[in-house]
């Protein structure tokens, strides 16, 4: 399983910016956005699942916006309204679902950190 991100730089605030991450070699129950920011713990971004339902960070909603095309593989958050405290590495992130009789079991991928600065 491979996941990569792009996108992200050094954007102002209020300004936008996207990013993208294509995965491949496995098919993805959900797939989502992660951040961390310098002293702090990763924490969840965004996440949307195979049809298509979406969960939000409130500190993120009605400013990003998570999509995905599961023909692709990809999954893309357009950032707008950028704050300072968005600023961050983002990591894309992936779980694939196994079912075995009555197990269920769930790996996490999670692709190379993207930098998203944004200046005040």
């Known amino acids: 399983v491979q996941l990569q991100a792009s996108g992200g730089g050094l954007v102002q605030a209020g300004g936008s910016t996207r990013l993208s991450c294509a995965a491949s070699?496995?098919?993805?129950?959900?797939m989502g956005w992660y951040r961390q920011a310098p002293g702090k713990e990763r924490e969840l971004v965004a996440t949307v699942t195979s049809d298509g339902s979406t969960n939000y960070a409130y500190s993120v909603k009605d400013r990003f916006t998570i999509s995905r095309d599961n023909a692709k593989n990809t999954v893309s958050l357009q950032m707008n309204s950028l704050k300072a405290e968005d600023t961050a590495v983002y990591y894309c992130h992936a779980e694939v679902t196994n079912r075995k009789g009555w197990n269920i079991y769930k790996f996490d991928y999670w692709g190379q950190g993207t930098q998203v600065t944004v200046s005040s």
């Open positions: 070699g496995s098919i993805f129950s959900i």
